[in-house]
């Protein structure tokens, strides 16, 4: 039989039959008319960021998912249903991507659940509290579709630094532990809460004051206060106050991480594993001196929002704030090294003002969550930024810049200000130490150098001792 006489078969006028076929008829016409439906998202990349304080997966593809996601207990899961979108053999690598030292993902799932839609199962190791979110295309990146774990019962970061020797509560310098020698793997968590206050021991005390007296500064004050009465027993005792020298701590930032890789040197060396090292190699350093603990800001490659990383240092009471960074600028030929301080009245070159704007872009790039973001703490920092930590800050900036510049040339022989938005703690002074032009193909050489690193390390070990003795750390209350 023909075709035609198929699909067309005589009906009689007004017959049920006929006006079935012509509604089905009217509907492939609408269809046909109608625009088409969009082609399926596509995952461009994939990744896994593993961290101390939460876990992040990135999903970066090439326009604006839609998802829903749930949390099942017993044992612990988070479902992620993502809809427009297809199983592809990026997606299904997501299932590489995790680590088996990942500390809150056990393995995930990936799998097409329905039509058009791809569902996620993150199989966990503890409960935890999702964040999911979207970031719209920035610098070289696409649209992510972002997923942060953290856990619902923060670790105890200080417990975890005891238990690696690298945080004491008997007021005397931890033990050199593997940890603190530069190495790939990461240290542990930081701390969330300040240490006690206790005191220190009578030769740490000696060698405290003969470090100050060699740099030619007058040494530390004897940070007396009155202890705690003794037994009844001895009545006379409680006449006699006691040295005490308190723990200084020093909060280094090595800038960027994660999404976020910082600049990027002409033979393709990133920026936030360059800092990351050398803030390895300084930690070690400092932690040689005596009655010093260093606490970094990020031990690994993660991304730190800008203003949480001034969080941290101030939950710790921190003495100094260095944050650690590799120029980079639009001419290639722009090179040494220089120290910034924060500005509340305008940066002191433009700049320094183009370096503070491309800096405070790191929150964008590396990706935070809007909806949590505290934007009233972020006001007060400000606010409360002080002309006397911007003095503090001069005065550590100056000592610094002249250490480094006995190793390198200096971009600028004066320290410079601009508003980064990582040194506006109000109570710490805080320097951004460029140390040197990752653009610039030499001091890209010299950045990845061990040798050249070491001399960082070593030189602003120095400036940070050369501040300590012209500025002693004063007595702080015993905290309880």
């Known amino acids: 039989m023909p075709q035609s006489s198929r699909l067309l078969p005589v009906l009689t006028p007004g017959s049920p039959r006929r ?17 088409l439906p969009a082609s399926a998202a596509q995952i461009l990349a994939v990744r896994v960021w593993p961290a101390p304080d ?6 970066e593809n090439d326009s604006n998912l839609k998802t829903e996601h749930f949390l099942v207990p017993d044992p612990p899961r988070l479902v992620v249903d993502i809809e427009g979108l297809g ?42 509290k999702p964040q999911v979110f979207t970031l719209e295309p920035v610098a070289g990146y696409q649209h992510r579709l972002i997923f942060d774990l953290y856990p619902t019962k923060p670790v105890d970061p200080i417990a975890a630094m005891i238990e690696k020797g690298e945080w004491t509560v008997d007021g005397t310098p931890a033990a050199p532990t593997a940890s603190a020698a530069v190495s790939a793997n990461p240290s542990s968590p930081l701390p ?11 030769d740490a005390i000696a060698k405290l004051e003969a470090e100050m007296s060699a740099l030619g500064g007058t040494p530390p004050p004897q940070a007396v206060q009155p202890t705690p009465a003794p037994a009844r027993s001895h009545p006379k005792a409680a006449q006699l106050p006691q040295k005490v020298v308190r723990m200084v701590t020093i909060a280094l930032d090595p800038g960027h991480g994660g999404e976020d890789p910082g600049a990027i040197g002409a033979t393709g060396a990133y920026e936030k594993d360059i800092v990351l090292s050398v803030a390895k190699r300084l930690k070690a350093k400092l932690e040689q001196l005596p009655n010093t603990r260093v606490m970094l800001t990020r031990d690994g490659d993660y991304f730190v929002p800008l203003g949480q990383r001034v969080q941290k240092a101030r939950k710790v009471q921190a003495d100094l704030f260095v944050s650690i960074h590799a120029d980079a600028f639009v001419s290639p030929t722009a090179r040494g090294s220089s120290v910034f301080v924060l500005s509340e009245k305008g940066a002191s070159s433009s700049a320094a003002r183009w370096l503070a704007n491309d800096q405070n872009k790191a929150d964008l790039i590396g990706g935070t969550n809007i909806a949590t973001q505290d ?27 002249r250490e480094i510049g006995s190793i390198n040339r200096l971009h600028k022989n004066a320290v410079e200000q601009a508003g980064f938005a990582v040194l506006k703690a109000p109570d710490i002074p805080s320097i951004l130490v460029e140390t040197a032009f990752i653009s610039n193909r030499e001091e890209e050489a010299k950045l ?20 300590f003795a012209d500025n002693p750390p004063m007595a702080k209350s015993r905290i309880t």
């Open 54 to 59: 939460y876990t992040r997966v990135t999903l």
């Open 87 to 128: 199983l592809s053999s990026t997606l299904k690598s997501l299932v590489a991507k995790v680590e088996a030292n990942d500390p809150y993902i056990k393995q995930v799932r990936v799998g097409q659940n329905r039509p058009n839609v791809v569902r996620l199962v993150f199989d966990l190791k503890e409960e935890v």
């Open 192 to 202: 969330a809460s300040p240490p006690a206050q206790t005191e220190a021991a009578p």
């Open 448 to 467: 990845r150098d061990e040798g050249y690193q070491n001399q960082l390390a070593e030189a602003i070990t120095n400036g940070i001792k050369r501040y």
């Open 19 to 35: 006006r079935t076929l012509l509604k089905a008829g009217g509907t492939l016409l609408l269809s046909v008319m109608s625009p």
């Open 375 to 401: 934007k009233q703490l972020a006001s007060v920092l400000f606010d409360l930024s002080t002309t006397a930590q911007i003095n503090d800050s001069l005065k550590l900036g100056k000592a610094v810049l």
